[in-house]
């Protein structure tokens, strides 16, 4: 038991600092990558309720490829290929000199972000099509200018409709942040715990705690909801 | 770009021959997920604290935390322990040296916690007037559950449990960093062994494309037949 104290010191000794980093890490790539993920959700499905055809074709492949692949294949082709394929391209195009490279780190939030954006898409666009349209054609006709009313009108009952599925998405992004640890040492929960766990041998406390930590993340996260949850939901009940 | 689709083409016969290990991580791990599921939910509908409360710490642990971190406490955790006690000497220990056996293990019990859920609610959803006229005709508690309140709870949750069928599927891509060979696994060896970054993973997504159009679309019947008495 005394051991397992000393595994949590702080400083070089013990890895009590690295995992209380290894903590925010994760919530840091965890929010980040939501935040992306919900601007490139809230992006394509209005590309697909829009009316050109083309902008439906390309958010319709979006999603259906992204979703039928595994995340972790997905985030691979992105921080691998399309990142390597873009920097050449920027490279080709005289943007950037030759030493040019995307950061890993944003690269690989970008990669978990656009996997968790095709879900997104998906949610935002059953959010969207909830808003009936005679509030939004109430807002056109006392004269509201178009972001106006995606700020006052859309956008508040939209999230009042997609409040569960984006909670889910929020749950299931601190999760695949995990996936991230296999691309390199970004310094968060899963990847700390691989360092810990090799270094002493200690497979199974070490992993046990990963697993408390991301579970800790899990309980915030749906205490924080809740709150939210009652807080969009104010004025209907 | 000749050289390109060529490379993609190459990869393919190596990943065609890994498909039916990641297939059947799948279906082992789908069927023992469900069965254990299914106990799952009903013990947590039970009644019964001492029943209840462990499965539902289970299904909260287990869909609480990330299915890759589930995976290493298994194939590492358990591994490191069992590796030191009687198991070791046992005639099991050959099977359970394999990365394959743990990583079953990890993935049913996964699919069990997340297929519990579903039919938690599946089997609450049920109207009580159901039970109550199975009752009313004589059936045992047995006899409802297994004539009256699974049937109506599979074919009401089945679309859910397809999708976490395919969500298993792609989920089996992880167990590549367990030394398990499967899809993802031949992909990365084709990486390391050609020097490929990207042909070995596009072909590869090729392949998890076809197999998951070809499951959801070996689904449907099973969906249409399991509520066929929807259609009057």
């Known amino acids: 038991m005394a051991e397992f104290l000393n595994y949590m010191a702080w400083g070089p000794k013990g890895w009590g600092d690295e995992f209380f980093f290894a903590f925010f890490m994760t919530l840091k790539i965890s929010l980040i ?63 950037v000199g030759s030493e040019f490279q995307f950061s890993p780190f944003w690269t690989a939030v970008f990669a978990l972000a656009f996997v968790s954006g095709a879900f997104m898409t998906e949610v935002i666009r059953a959010g969207l099509l909830a808003v009936p349209k005679g509030g939004i054609e109430a807002a056109w006709a006392i004269g509201m200018s178009g972001p106006q009313i995606f700020r006052r009108v859309v956008m508040p009952q939209m999230m009042r409709h997609s409040l569960s599925g984006l909670g889910n998405l929020w749950l299931g992004i601190t999760k695949d942040s995990a996936i ?46 809740h709150w939210m949850e009652k807080r969009l939901n104010r004025g209907l009940l | 770009m000749n050289d390109f689709v060529t490379n993609i083409v190459n990869c393919l016969p190596d990943l065609l021959a890994a498909a039916p290990l990641t297939l059947l991580l799948t279906l082992v791990a789908g069927v023992i997920g469900l069965v254990v599921g299914t106990f799952l939910a009903l013990a947590r509908l039970s009644g019964q604290p001492l029943l209840s409360l462990p499965a539902a710490a289970f299904m909260f642990v287990v869909r609480g935390t990330p299915l890759l971190v589930q995976l290493y406490l ?69 006899q409802t559950l297994w004539r009256v309140r699974l049937p109506l709870a599979f074919g009401n949750c089945l679309p859910v449990l397809t999708s976490d069928i395919i969500i298993l599927l792609k989920s089996t891509a992880l167990a590549s ?49 399991l509520t066929r008495y929807r259609k009057g």
Request: one cysteine or more; proline letters at 2%; hydrophobic letters at 55%.
């Open chain 1, 33 to 95: 990558a939501y935040g992306a993920s919900f601007a490139m959700g809230l992006l394509f499905a209005m590309f697909k309720l829009s009316n050109s055809r083309f902008l439906r074709g390309i958010a319709g492949t979006y999603t259906t490829v992204v979703r039928a692949l595994p995340e972790m294949l997905m985030i691979l082709l992105v921080y691998f290929a399309v990142a390597g394929m873009a920097e050449k391209m920027l490279v080709s195009a005289g943007l």
């Open chain 1, 180 to 225: 991230v640890s296999i691309l390199g040492a970004f310094g968060e929960l899963l990847q700390t715990g691989y360092r810990a766990a090799a270094a002493t041998k200690e497979y199974g406390y070490f992993y046990g705690l990963t697993a408390l930590l991301f579970l800790l993340i899990t309980i915030l996260s749906l205490a924080v909801l």
């Open chain 2, 74 to 142: 298994i194939y590492y955790g358990l591994g490191q322990y069992l590796g030191h006690s009687w198991v070791r000497q046992s005639f099991l220990w050959p099977y359970m040296r394999e990365g394959l056996t743990f990583a079953l293990f990890a993935y049913s019990m996964n699919q069990a916690a997340y297929n519990a859920e579903v039919l938690r609610g599946a089997l609450q959803s049920i109207s009580k007037g159901q039970i109550e006229a199975a009752q009313a005709i004589g059936m045992s508690g047995f």
């Open chain 2, 177 to 225: 960093t367990v030394t398990i060979l499967e899809l993802m696994g031949t992909a990365r060896v084709i990486q390391r062994q050609s020097l490929q970054v990207y042909e070995p993973l596009i072909a590869c997504g090729l392949v998890y494309f076809v197999v998951v159009v070809l499951l959801t679309a070996l689904m449907r019947p099973l969906e249409n037949r």
